[in-house]
């Protein structure tokens, strides 16, 4: 029933741009995404836990899949001072799977998302603009995408321009509130029936200032966050820490966003705050030579301390909840007639090995890191959850590579190749507080949780032919070899074992924009 509702509110919104052309201009775009996958993007193929005689495949998933996403925006403009946007979703829908509506018959609950729904507008007589609504909102960012924010987030956003030179940003987004049912808190702040959804708000407060002369464009910012004691429960499937999720887990310091071995977490402070800084820099002064570097600061303040298992030896240290790190990436590429060849590289700061003063890496909200396409966003971001974005921040590692951009030898086919080898700046000294031995492939947002010792190489081919204007057939070929140090983290268990494997992906996408 909602999902008619939806469909006939678009339609009905559709046919009165017919009647109310006068006053408003309707206008439509979207796209269709038809993806087929095969591949394994776990790296590990079998592990065995404490007290287990057999070893166990960690992936049982099939290796290939088929999936489809809709997506529509509508926009009602009434004048180039006032306009509203609608942006629905339809997908993911896995073919065969009834859960999703992809089974015979499709007529199971499909899933149907407002992925933004807000209003421009402009204050009478002045360049203010106003967007206010469930948007998308990143923070500024060049070589190699967002490493903090980059995400669908409901807010405010005012922008001011100067001159042609100078302009202003202003952002307050409400990531998280009153979704916390009151139970589990650390800060026992709560009863039955009295308690529900209090201090369990994410607020977050940023300011950016683009700045753009001839052949130089710098964008320095900064963004202020509250966390309330209670939304690491709304946000967290569980207070222990065992189910650490996004972005619990890119907040938190590991291991305590990733292990099951934790206790006697405590709090005594209502909110806590954080803070991030950036300067992006990007110069094309010397065309065709392109320059990028991207500069991040980030810090969450601790919020308490809590007990954490040393696997080697059972015994038990207290931990902080503290993150802090920086991050430094850059790009310089030259473009050519027949293509254009580039080098990046990115270093991020990593955990000492130390978990009484938190951590090292550079904590984040929902990046989105594109200098790769497995490990990243670096094309369509799409498809199976299994064969895409293994690391979206870049926290603990450090990275060199490069590509050959946009190369075309036959008309309406393009070819892009990526090559680089990821390395780890966290302590191996880390490894033992991991509760499982091959915690390294934990299957979370931000990806491998990388040691010094550890390294992987990552090969990417992706070819986009434009069968007509709005139809591209993409296919994307992915390999990353696996370099991780088996005598760092086997030797931090004492019963525990795995082994590793590489990863892999070929994926085929069908893309009807309009």
């Not at 005689?53 to 004048?79: E, G, I, Y």
């Not at 603009?129 to 060049?142: C, D, E, H, L, Y």
């Not at 900064?222 to 499937?237: C, E, F, L, P, Q």
């Not at 986009?464 to 709005?470: G, H």
Request: proline fraction near 3%; aromatic fraction near 14%; include cysteine.
């Amino acid at each position: 029933m909602k999902k008619l509702m939806t469909l006939a509110l678009a339609a009905g919104m559709l046919l009165g741009a017919a009647t109310g052309a006068s006053a408003i201009d309707f206008k439509a775009k979207g796209q269709w995404l038809m993806g087929f996958a095969a591949g394994d993007g776990s790296f590990t193929s079998h592990h065995k836990d404490k007290g287990s005689k057999h070893n166990q495949a960690v992936d049982s998933d099939d290796a290939f899949s088929a999936m489809q996403r809709v997506r529509l925006q509508l926009d009602a403009v009434a004048s180039e001072a006032l306009s509203g946007t609608v942006y629905f979703e339809i997908g993911d829908q896995t073919w065969g799977q009834n859960a999703s509506g992809g089974a015979l018959g499709a007529d199971s609950n499909s899933v149907v998302e407002l992925k933004n729904a807000y209003i421009d507008w402009m204050v009478p007589n002045t360049d203010l603009k106003f967007r206010m609504g469930i948007q998308a909102i990143t923070m500024p960012n060049v070589a190699g995408g967002s490493a903090v924010l980059d995400d669908d987030a409901a807010g405010i956003v005012a922008s001011y321009q100067f001159n042609e030179n100078v302009g202003l940003t202003a952002v307050w987004a409400r990531l998280f509130n009153d979704n916390w049912d009151g139970e589990n808190s650390a800060s026992k702040r709560w009863t039955a029936d009295g308690y529900k959804n209090y201090q369990d708000n994410v607020d977050m407060f940023a300011l950016m200032l683009p700045l753009t002369f001839d052949g130089v464009k710098v964008t320095p910012w900064a963004m202020y966050g509250m966390i309330g004691n209670n939304a690491w429960d709304a946000i967290d499937a569980g207070w222990d820490g065992s189910n650490g999720s996004y972005p619990a887990y890119t907040l938190r310091p590991y291991p305590y966003a990733n292990n099951a071995d934790i206790k006697d977490i405590n709090t005594s402070k209502a909110y806590g705050s954080a803070f991030w800084a950036g300067l992006p820099i990007s110069v094309t002064a010397f065309d065709p030579l392109n320059i990028e570097l991207d500069i991040n600061y980030g810090y969450v303040e601790s919020m308490g301390r809590y007990s954490v298992k040393q696997q080697n030896t059972g015994d038990w240290r207290r931990g902080d909840t503290k993150r802090e790190g920086w991050l430094i990436k850059a790009l310089v590429e030259y473009k050519m007639d027949w293509g254009t060849p580039g080098i990046f590289g990115w270093y991020s700061s990593g955990d000492d090995g130390n978990v009484k003063n938190g951590s090292e890496r550079m904590p984040t909200l929902s990046g989105c890191a594109n200098f790769m396409s497995f490990m990243g966003d670096g094309n369509y971001g799409w498809g199976d959850g299994r064969l895409y974005d293994r690391n979206l921040t870049y926290a603990g590692t450090w990275g060199v590579g490069l590509r050959l951009h946009d190369l075309s030898f036959v008309e309406d086919l393009k070819h892009s190749f990526r090559v680089a080898y990821w390395g780890g700046t966290n302590s191996p000294a880390m490894a033992k507080y991991v509760s499982s031995s091959y915690g390294w492939d934990n299957g979370t947002p931000e990806g491998p949780y990388l040691t010094t010792n550890d390294g992987l190489l990552e090969f990417n081919l992706v070819n986009s032919y434009q069968i007509y204007e709005n139809l591209e057939a993409n296919l994307e070929l992915g390999y990353i070899v696996n370099m991780v140090d088996d005598d760092t983290w086997k030797r931090s268990y004492r019963s525990d074992s795995y082994k590793k494997q590489d990863a892999w992906k070929a994926q085929l996408i069908f893309a009807y924009s309009f």
